[in-house]
């Protein structure tokens, strides 16, 4: 079955980096768009970033645009989220998602596959 395996969250401060990666299993990677999303408690989960299956085309949040980055690696079957100069409001859980459809959707229900999500947290 499908698997998307989320890790390199953890406890940061202010300013600070950290690489989120998704390791993908039991699909065929190259035929996914991918995206990372992220959720607070009680609100809705929102976008981040998607990247499409070739990687050549990207779509950023304009909340982490100049800070984060995604990027995949098709050896590896995984896709990573390199953030860097963390704010406290980018604490979230961090969760990684597959579509088949288009890579520009920033849509959660227009996604296939999701995650179990890891936790970043920004202390100021």
């Known amino acids: 079955q499908v698997q998307l395996v989320e890790s390199g969250g953890g406890l940061v401060q202010a300013g600070d980096s950290l690489r989120l990666s998704c390791a993908a299993s039991g699909l065929t990677f190259t035929a996914y768009n991918m995206g990372w999303f992220r959720q607070v408690p009680g609100k809705e989960r929102e976008f981040v970033a998607a990247?499409?299956?070739?990687?050549?085309?990207?779509d950023v949040a304009d909340s982490v645009k100049g800070r984060f980055t995604i990027s995949r690696d098709g050896t590896e079957n995984t896709v990573y989220l390199q953030m860097n100069s963390l704010k406290p409001e980018d604490t979230a859980v961090y969760y990684c998602?597959?579509?088949?459809?288009?890579?520009?959707?920033?849509?959660?229900?227009?996604?296939?596959?999701w995650g179990q999500g890891t936790q970043v947290t920004v202390s100021s």
């Open positions: 998602a597959a579509t088949h459809g288009s890579w520009w959707v920033r849509r959660t229900l227009e996604y296939d596959y």
């Open positions: 990247l499409s299956w070739s990687g050549g085309s990207i």
